[in-house]
């Protein structure tokens, strides 16, 4: 056990003094926690991100349905701002989102007359679509209103039989709540903080830990501990081990910023988390030492270390909230060891679904370090 450890320390402290480890050891998970958590910070909140969108609204004279028309936008989440007319900015760019109507809104509607509304919008496709809903939410509740007020008082609609109707009770009311704790789909730094840490302990493994490991036995380190009494496995034992700890120092780096830089909560099941990282970071270790017995160069263990990680870590859902994918993406996920981490975590963190729903995901990493060992001690070599 002794030369075991030996082997082990002397590796990471060797990985530690490598300029590339730390800087994607400590450097680089912070960036990518701000960046992949500000993009994907509107996922499951809509266009909006929680907020009211900023919305001219372009009507001339447009009477008292100004106010009931404003009253519906500011529910659907807008911020509406009335102009009489459209006047563009010194640079002359106009507003990114304009809702126009005809003019004299009130008086064509009370004689009855079609008043037309449209709608322009620069916001991005992404959420284009879910802007056009809510306005059409809004000017269609607008629309019964007057429908229900007019047939109600049988004389001219007025903005006092429109405030009227608003001050009854609904007749029919939805109540709705998830069937869980909760249900909303990961988003902003609750997605990225466990995909990046997921993802930067799998590239950190398969580069440096595997690139290390070809590097002794092209430069006949190994050789040379083939020849000192130490058996083999103790060798391979000594190698796994230092790519362990490598990966339980990355991931601890990766909570430490996490929870102290960004704020992010881990839900009641932190014990469970610790076990559900412990098994990816026995995985990553398994992977680095398998890939470092089958690549021959160091540009080749580097090279392919970060397109495995890259490619698991986007089939695997680190990137971005798996459920905003294709089916096909998200049966994927289920089949990769990133997806099983992930999955887990966010039914610990984002779903509070308890420590038991993380079991079935922990064993397979579990099972998988194992199996991916037993592969790396088959390749093994000294030279």
Not at 283 to 310: D, H, I, K, P, R
Request: hydrophobic letters at 50%; a negative charge.
């Amino acid at each position: 056990m002794r030369n075991v450890i030996f082997i082990a320390m002397h590796d990471v402290k060797y990985q530690l003094r490598q300029g590339s480890t730390l800087l994607w050891l400590v450097v680089m998970p912070p960036i990518f926690f701000y960046f992949i958590g500000t993009v994907t910070g509107g996922f499951s909140t809509g266009a909006s991100g929680g907020s009211a969108t900023p919305l001219v609204v372009i009507a001339e004279s447009p009477g008292f349905l100004q106010d009931h028309i404003d009253k519906r936008l500011t529910e659907n989440e807008f911020a509406p701002e009335w102009r009489e007319s459209l006047v563009v900015d010194d640079d002359n760019i106009k507003p990114r989102r304009l809702l126009t109507f005809d003019a004299n809104l009130s008086d064509q509607i009370i004689a009855g007359e079609a008043v037309a509304a449209a709608y322009d919008t620069a916001a991005s496709a992404l959420s284009r679509d879910y802007e056009s809903i809510r306005v059409q939410r809004s000017l269609y509740t607008v629309l019964a209103d007057i429908v229900v007020a007019d047939a109600r008082t049988g004389e001219s609609l007025t903005a006092d039989s429109l405030i009227a109707l608003n001050a009854e009770p609904r007749i029919w009311k939805l109540d709705s709540q998830p069937a869980g704790k909760r249900q909303e789909i990961p988003n902003g730094f609750e997605q990225a903080i466990p995909g990046i840490l997921v993802m930067f302990t799998l590239l950190v493994l398969l580069t440096s830990g595997a690139s290390m490991l070809t590097a002794e036995r092209n430069e006949g380190l190994l050789r040379r501990l083939a020849s000192a009494p130490i058996s083999r496995a103790e060798v391979v034992a000594g190698k796994w081990s230092g790519r362990m700890v490598l990966a339980v120092i990355q991931v601890g780096v990766a909570l430490a910023f996490g929870t102290f830089l960004f704020n992010m909560e881990w839900g009641p099941d932190l014990a469970m988390i610790a076990v559900v990282l412990g098994g990816w970071a026995a995985f990553c270790a398994s992977a680095g030492l398998l890939l470092g017995s089958l690549a021959t160069t160091e540009g080749q263990a580097a090279g392919l270390g970060a397109l495995f990680a890259n490619a698991l870590a986007a089939l695997g859902g680190c990137w971005w909230p798996i459920e905003i994918t294709p089916d096909w993406m998200q049966f994927v996920q289920k089949v990769v060891p990133t997806g099983w981490t992930m999955d887990a975590l966010h039914k610990l963190i984002s779903f509070e679904a308890g420590a038991a729903s993380a079991v079935p995901h922990t064993t397979a990493l579990l099972v998988g370090a194992i199996v991916v060992a037993m592969l790396a001690i088959n390749r093994f070599r000294y030279e």
